[in-house]
Structure formats: C-alpha cells, structure tokens
C-alpha cells in the first residue's frame, strides 16, 4: 500500500482514510491521427478489412498494434441499412398467394401445393409427384373449388410454369407463360410475381408451409398418396382452417369464420367449366410408362419344296416369254 501511494498510484481520501485511486491524464492515442485515413478509406470502401487497414496505417507511419485500430474499425465501419419487411394486409376477396413445398415420403418425393387466401388465411394443399404447369392448373382448380369461388389476383414466387422471365429489376417487364396466362384469363385473375430475391413479401403462404410439416406432415403416417391427399383435406377441415385452437396469430380470428363472414361472398364466381388447354392434357397428371409391345402371330402358308421348285419354273417361263416378245416388238420396229 505504502509502494502504490510512493509511486502516486494511489492518494489517500482524508475524509474517511480510505485509499483511493487517482484519475490518471490520458493523452493523445497512438490511433488518433490516423483515425480520419481509416474514415476515409471506409467511407469508400466499406467492406475493406481491418487487415488491410492497419497496414496501409503501417505505411502511413502507425506505431502501434492492430488491436486499438480493430476497435475502431468495428466502432465506425459504415452498416448497409437492414431492409424493413414490412407486413401488408390485402382486403377481402384480392388476392391469393400459390406456392410449392417438397416433402420426402417412404414411396418417394412429392410437392405440396398450397394456396392460401391473403386476407382470411384459409388455406388449402395438396400433394402431387411434379411441379409442373399441369399440376399448378389443376391443383388451382381444386383450390377454387374448395373456396367457391377465385381470388382477383393470384402471387406466386419466381415459379417456371408460370414466369418465363423477370426483367423488372433493369427496367424490363414480367414475362408469363403465354398458355397459363389464358388460363388466368379464363378464371378471371391476375397474375402477381414477388421481385428476383423477393420472397418475403409472399410470406402468408411460405409462413403455413412450416406449419404443415409440423403439424399435419409430423407424426402421422400415410399409406400412399390418395391416403395422404385425404389425411390432408380432413386436417384443413378440422384443424388448419377451423380448429378450436387455430387462431392465426396475425389477425387473431380462426380462418374459416374470418373467411365465412368477410370474403367468400366477394371472390369472383366459379367457372362453369374447367380450363381447357390448347396444347396441354390436364388429366396427364403423371408421366404414364410406355406400354410393352404386342407381338401378332403372322399366319404362314407352309408348302413343300417341290411347289416352290415349280412355282420357280414357271417364273423363269414367263420371264423367257416377255423378253422374246420384247426381241421381235425390237426387230419389227427396225
């Protein structure tokens, strides 16, 4: 104690006698006339390491050690500004969003696809072996119909039955298959796309894809597809859109009677008939295995030699014939 108040560290309080410490005089850094290089250096290259920083301080004449400069690296490297998603809400009967989700099944991989409608949450799925343009319509179909009745527009991802290209972001426009645009036409809807890189703002359907692997997919067992379809419409009947405890968390109402009361009296009336398509055969669900050849048995007169050995003959007869007739034809018209 004596040492520390020799050498000043210390100085004693004369109110009470208690050592205390003493404040000591800090002076300029060894960092701080550099500090405005690596403001500088930052302000244009964001991203440039405090690596490289602290040897182009090195260079610049810095004497001391990385540490103190890491420090203020990571106090005053400029942040790109996180993007906001920002939660919107679609009045009743507007839009619907569309999406697929893969499962893996002990017969092998299916796709869901979900529908679900923006405004109520109702939702709808079911699951088909491919992702194709023939699944998307007819699984949309069976979606209108469960919902009586269509949606004014319809978001989907960057989908490949539907989106042939995106050229927004360079001030391009949306490019939609020309065959599933008549099909929208027929039903009456729009076709809505997220942006490239975009597909937060489709999450009230991507939200519900976990929910059916917890809790429909999860702990059940299902004996083929038609088994899982079925397993599959009874839980949005029971469970997903009108379960007791299925009260969604964002408009605090169970789907259904959200759905009953504010918007299945507005959706555009269901098509009297089912899309048909111009080049695609809706009812080709799944790739059919070729059929195996059938092989005729080919009835043969069969006879004996001797006649083949006649009939023979008789060719070479009536070849000698032709071509003596054809010799004096040649010499009467010489």
């Not at 004693?12 to 006339?33: F, H, I, V, Y």
């Not at 679609?90 to 869901?112: I, M, S, Y």
């Not at 702990?219 to 997903?240: K, V």
């Amino acid at each position: 104690m004596h040492h520390w108040i020799k050498t000043g560290q210390l100085e004693l309080d004369l109110s009470n006698g208690a050592p205390s410490a003493r404040r000591r005089l800090q002076g300029p850094s060894k960092l701080e006339p550099y500090k405005e290089i690596i403001r500088t250096r930052l302000g244009s290259y964001p991203e440039l390491s405090a690596v490289r920083l602290f040897e182009e301080c090195r260079a610049a004449g810095y004497p001391g050690g990385d540490s103190q400069l890491r420090c203020f690296v990571r106090e005053v490297r400029p942040r790109p500004p996180v993007e906001e998603v920002i939660r919107f809400e679609t009045p009743a009967g507007l839009q619907g969003q569309v999406d697929f989700a893969e499962f893996r099944f002990p017969w092998g991989k299916r796709f869901a696809l979900l529908f679900v409608l923006g405004y109520s949450r109702l939702l709808w799925l079911q699951y088909y072996p491919r992702q194709t343009m023939q699944t998307v319509m007819r699984g949309l179909e069976e979606a209108f119909a469960y919902c009586g009745g269509v949606p004014r527009e319809l978001l989907f991802d960057q989908m490949k039955a539907v989106i042939i290209d995106d050229k927004r972001g360079d001030g391009g426009k949306l490019l939609e298959n020309p065959e599933f645009l008549r099909f929208a036409n027929h039903w009456g809807f729009r076709i809505r796309a997220c942006r490239p890189y975009r597909a937060k703002t489709k999450g009230k359907v991507e939200r519900p894809i976990l929910y059916v692997r917890r809790n429909f997919v999860y702990g059940r067992e299902f004996l083929g597809d038609a088994d899982l379809n079925a397993q599959a419409l009874t839980w949005l009947d029971h469970t997903a859109n009108t379960g007791n405890e299925r009260v969604h968390g964002t408009t605090h109402e169970v789907p259904r009677e959200r759905f009953e009361r504010d918007e299945q009296a507005i959706l555009l009336p269901f098509a009297p008939r089912p899309y048909q398509s111009l080049v695609l055969s809706l009812d080709r669900m799944t790739a059919r295995p070729m059929p195996n050849p059938v092989f005729r048995e080919i009835a043969v007169e069969r006879r004996p030699l001797a006649a083949y050995a006649r009939l023979s003959e008789r060719l070479s007869e009536r070849l000698s014939e032709r071509l003596s007739e054809g010799l004096r034809e040649e010499v009467a018209r010489s």
